[in-house]
Structures are given as C-alpha cells and as structure tokens.
C-alpha cells in the first residue's frame, strides 16, 4: 500500500522503564520500518523522557537493546541508518513543575514551525505522576496556549486506585488538554486475538443467533501469565484487581456481552463497548476470590511471601500486598437484553442453573500464559451439535474450536498467521490512522471501576494460596467455593 507520507513526534515519557524497552520501542522499529516499506516515512520524531541525565551512547545502547532483544526480523542497517536518527533524549524530572515548559518547548521544536506533524505525548510513566503531569502541564498553558487538534495525550492504565480517584483524574486531564485531546489506552483492546474473536462472533451468523442467554450457559474467560513480581514495588501496592482485573479483564468481559456496533465508526464501537460494561451487575465479592502464589518445590520459583520480602516493605506493607493477591477469579451477572436471564452459579462446572454466568479468572505464576473464552452451550437446545465453543486468543494467532464433549468438530483459524503486537497495533492506531477506536473512553474507564468496586473498597473475598506454576490449577479447581445467593433486587429465571 502506498499513500500520503506520515509525520509525526512521539513524544514517549517513561522510555526507560519496562514497558517502553519492552513493548513500546519494538513496536515503533516495526511502524517505521512499515512505512518505509511503504514509502510514507515523512518527517517524524521519537523524543525519549526520563528522569535520569543519559550519554548519547547509552541512550543509543538502550534503544538498540530493546529492539535486538524483542524484534525478530531487526537489522543493524536499518537500525543505524534510518530508526536511530528519529531519536533525541531528554532528562526531565516530571515531579518538577519548572520542567514543563522545556518539555513543551522540545515538542513543539520537533514539530517544526508548520507544526503540522502530529503530536502524541506517551505519559508511559507510573500512574501516581499522573496529577503531576497533568498539573505541570497546565503551567504552560498560558504561555505556549492548549494543545492543538493534531495532539493527543496518552494515559497508560490504570487511571486512578477506584472509580472516586479515576473520575477526578478524567476531570483534571479534560481540563487541561480537553476532552478529544486526552485519552486512556488499556493494550489488552490492541490485541488481534480479541479483535478477531469479536469479528468472528458478529460476522459468523450461526453463532451470532446463538450468542445470548436463550443457548449460552455459561462465558469462561481466563487470562493467566507465567510472570509473578519480578522485583515491581508498583504491582505490590496495586494487587492484581487494580493492575489487570479492572482495566483489561473488565474490557474483554464489555466485549463478551456488547451488541454488534452499528458501523466500524469509533463512536460507535466505544458505545456498544460501553453498554456492554455497563450492563453488569458490580460484582458480588461474595462470588469471588482473590489468591496469592506460594513456593512450589518442583518449580524451584520463590512464592510472592518470600518475593515481597525482598522489597523491603513493612509488616503493614506486607499483610497488605498479600491481601491484594495475585490472582483473582469471580462470577458475574449482566442485565443486558441478550443475557436477561444471567444468573450466579458455581465454579468450577456442576451446575443446574438455567441462566449464562460470567466468570472470570486472571491469575499470575500460572503453569502457561494465555487469554482464552469458553462458552459452553445448553445442552437443551440446538447449538449444531456443539458443547463448547473455545476463542483462543494468545499466544500464538487466535482461533476457534468447536467441541462435542471431548470430541473436537472443527476449528478455525481467526486474523493473521502473524498477528501484530498490541502495543503496535495501538501505535499505529494512534501515530498513523489517529484512529482512537479501541482506547477505552472516560465512561468506559468508569464503567470497568463500577463492575468491580465492591472488591475494590471492601476487599472482602477469601484470599487463598496456590502452588506457583501448578497444572491443577488451571480451570479454577482451586477455586470453588459455594455460591452465594443472588442479591436482592435480582430477580434470576429459577426465581421467577
Ligand atoms: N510494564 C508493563 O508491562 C506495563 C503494562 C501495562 C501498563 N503499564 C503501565 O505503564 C507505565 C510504566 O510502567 P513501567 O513498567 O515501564 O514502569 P518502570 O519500569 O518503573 O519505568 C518508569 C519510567 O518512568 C520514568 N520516571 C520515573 N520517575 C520520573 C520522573 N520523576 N520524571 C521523569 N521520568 C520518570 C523512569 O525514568 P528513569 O529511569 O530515568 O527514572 C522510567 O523510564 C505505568 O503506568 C504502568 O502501570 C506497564
């Protein structure tokens, strides 16, 4: 494909975190090596913020590192000739308000006098520099004015601690960079395999007659990684609720239960996304559990006790890091029209329930990683022969399997063989096409704290202790617990 050349300044604060050397700088060398294929690179720049003074040398050695380690198909020459001459390095303490004007200066600088590339500022920073990102900015506003049209500010996840700390901070971002200038991103929305589980689901007539409540009992989905704490102070203080529950678990249930979009226009996505968040009931905590990990002896991995201990932290600290769990897995209830008859029921499988449950389990020090949906089918009614339906939708490319009991009928690959990285798919989303689509809007990022909340505030869940790396614990054998009652005010099918 060949069109109008790209410009743009990416501004990326936070370049020598994790999440930049990781995620974020692999994904620029794979955009700008696609435009480049393309011919369009026009005149774009890659501006680094850190806290910390850097030699050119090491700036350069960071880069070139992230993207040796995490790109396949990385060459030197076009590391050396065309990527790393997009890049310059600033050391800016964003906890200083004086800083904010250089930053701004460095932006617009890049830009040229025409300012007219597009401007994307990456606030890849920890969450707690949020209010002083936003404050420091709002210096500059009277000397440098709001931003422009072809701005926008971007705000990793999470976006406050609880849905009282995320409203007041939308807030604060709208009125410093308005509202269509500042936008949340929640990466797991980037990722092929969720996109194409929905293309699949609304393009495929057969299952989307059967996606409802009237052939649908139950909706598992299951996000699970390898990884535990890996030294981050940040996720000990947050807890796997705050950290992956209620940004990306939260999303992929919306998704779950949205009504198809009207069109592929981007308000109309976002709208169906967010009528499908706001239709659950906010968790029961009752329903739900939250676990932590412990040493298992064949995995020779430490449990998450004895990683805490390591960071130092205090009696208090500690009790409150274990109470925040690394793993967390409940069932939920929607009142969209489709799953009107959405009732609690049991995990793990068991149940007589005439109504489809949610459930959810997203853990970490899991035997393998993946993100997978089941739906299991009502056995009392025509779903072509079909039990289960399992999206798998990482790693590796997505697809679909349709399962008689064991027996499998058929399966499907979904997207591509290769599938982008959600991390570019977003970029380029936001650099390229300033399609913002699939970022989660403010109501959305509410909408997500809302399911979740009562966990949040009252963190009330048994808190249990799993083996690191157990197979045994993978379809929520750990988990079960009994059902709690349906609470007032919810009418389920059985009690009608
Ligand atoms: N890591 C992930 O997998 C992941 C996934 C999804 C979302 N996130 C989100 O992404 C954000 C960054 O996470 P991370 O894991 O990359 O964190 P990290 O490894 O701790 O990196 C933090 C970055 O912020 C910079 N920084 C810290 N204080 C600063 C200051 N006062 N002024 C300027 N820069 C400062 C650091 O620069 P110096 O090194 O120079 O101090 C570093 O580059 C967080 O909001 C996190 O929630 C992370």
């Not at 739900?288 to 040493?295: A, I, K, T």
Request: charged share 20%; aromatic share 10%; hydrophobic share 40%.
């Amino acid at each position: 494909m060949f069109g109008a050349s790209v410009a743009f300044v990416y501004v990326l604060t936070g370049i020598t975190g994790n999440l930049a050397r990781t995620k974020k700088l692999p994904a620029l060398y794979r955009i700008v090596s696609q435009l480049v294929r393309e011919n369009r690179l026009g005149r774009c720049r890659i501006i680094g913020v850190g806290s910390r003074p850097k030699q050119i040398a090491e700036f350069r050695m960071l880069v070139y590192n992230a993207c040796k380690e995490h790109v396949r198909e990385f060459s030197e020459h076009f590391f050396s000739q065309v990527l790393w001459p997009l890049f310059q390095y600033h050391a800016l303490d964003l906890r200083d308000q004086a800083a904010y004007c250089r930053f701004r200066e460095i932006a617009e600088l890049a830009r040229g006098a025409s300012r007219s590339a597009r401007l994307v500022i990456d606030v890849s920073v920890l969450p707690e520099l949020y209010q002083c990102f936003c404050e420091g900015f709002r210096g500059t506003l009277e000397s440098f004015g709001p931003v422009d049209d072809l701005t926008t500010v971007l705000f990793e996840k999470p976006i406050g601690e609880d849905r009282r700390s995320a409203a007041e901070l939308l807030k604060l971002m709208h009125q410093v960079f308005g509202a269509a200038h500042a936008k949340t991103w929640d990466h797991f929305l980037g990722k092929e395999g969720f996109r194409s589980m929905l293309q699949h689901r609304f393009s495929t007539l057969e299952i989307k007659r059967r996606w409802n409540s009237h052939h649908v009992r139950r909706i598992n989905l299951s996000i699970t990684e390898t990884n535990g704490l890996e030294g981050r102070v940040y996720f000990a203080r947050t807890g796997i609720c705050r950290d992956m529950v209620c940004n990306h678990g939260a999303a992929y249930l919306s998704g779950l239960v949205m009504p198809e979009p009207r069109t592929h226009h981007p308000g109309d996505i976002q709208a169906a996304l967010l009528e499908g968040a706001r239709s659950f009931v906010p968790v029961d905590p009752a329903c739900c559990n939250l676990g932590y990990y412990v040493r298992n002896d064949e995995s020779n991995l430490p449990g998450y006790p004895e990683e805490l201990a390591g960071l130092g932290l205090d009696a208090q600290q500690l009790a409150r890091a274990l109470s925040l769990g690394t793993s967390f897995a409940g069932t939920l209830v929607s009142r969209a029209p489709a799953w009107r008859n959405s009732r609690y029921f049991r995990l793990p499988t068991g149940i007589t329930a005439s109504g489809t449950g949610f459930s959810i389990e997203v853990i970490k020090r899991a035997p393998a990683a993946k993100k997978q949906v089941e739906v299991c089918f009502d056995r009392g009614k025509e779903n072509l022969g079909m039990d289960r339906l399992v999206y798998h939708l990482e790693p590796g490319p997505a697809s679909v399997t349709a399962f008689c009991g064991e027996r499998q009928l058929w399966s499907t690959q979904l997207g591509s063989p290769c599938p982008k990285e959600a991390y570019e798919q977003l970029l380029s989303d936001v650099l390229i096409d300033a399609n913002t689509a699939w970022f989660p809007g403010d109501q959305m990022v509410l909408a997500c704290w809302d399911m979740f909340e009562p966990v949040i505030q009252n963190q009330t869940p048994e808190v249990i202790e799993y083996p690191a790396c157990v197979q045994a614990l993978d379809a929520g054998a750990v988990y079960a617990r009994p059902m709690a009652a349906a609470p007032c005010g919810l009418r389920t099918q059985a009690a009608c």
